[in-house]
């Protein structure tokens, strides 16, 4: 059974920084794109960040472009999110996802239905 565990979210002030951190089992992610999404309160779950099988290529929504980095550690089968300057607009339930294969096109790692192995979500609320 596949699992994705998030950990690292909670209350920090604009400007601030969190490192949100998945944690697989289950599956060896090694060999998978990874993503992050978040869902705001009344809105549609977003892309944010994603990260090639090999770690090398990574992906970004706009609005996130130069204040987070997604990074991964295969060994430890573990993906992160690092996130700094935050602003109150990025506050949203993080989940983090296992991608169906090890090759994507560009837009793929953009497309939720590519992700088949979901985390439960952790909150992260950014205060003004």
């Known amino acids: 059974q596949v699992q994705l565990v998030e950990s690292g979210g909670g209350l920090v002030q604009a400007g601030g920084s969190l490192r ?16 992050w999404f978040r869902q705001a309160p009344g809105k549609e779950r977003e892309f944010v960040a994603a990260v090639s099988w090999s770690g090398i ?45 090890r090759y994507y096109s560009g837009t793929d790692y953009y497309t939720e239905s590519m992700y088949n192995y979901w985390g439960q979500g952790i909150q992260v609320t950014v205060s003004s």
């Open 20 to 35: 949100l951190s998945c944690a697989a089992s289950g599956r060896t992610i090694s060999i998978y794109a990874m993503g």
């Open 57 to 101: 290529n990574t992906y970004y929504a706009n609005s996130v472009k130069g204040r987070f980095t997604i990074s991964r550690d295969n060994a430890k089968n573990t993906v992160y999110l690092q996130m700094n300057s935050l602003k109150p607009e990025d506050t949203a339930v993080y989940y983090c996802a296992s991608g169906t294969r």
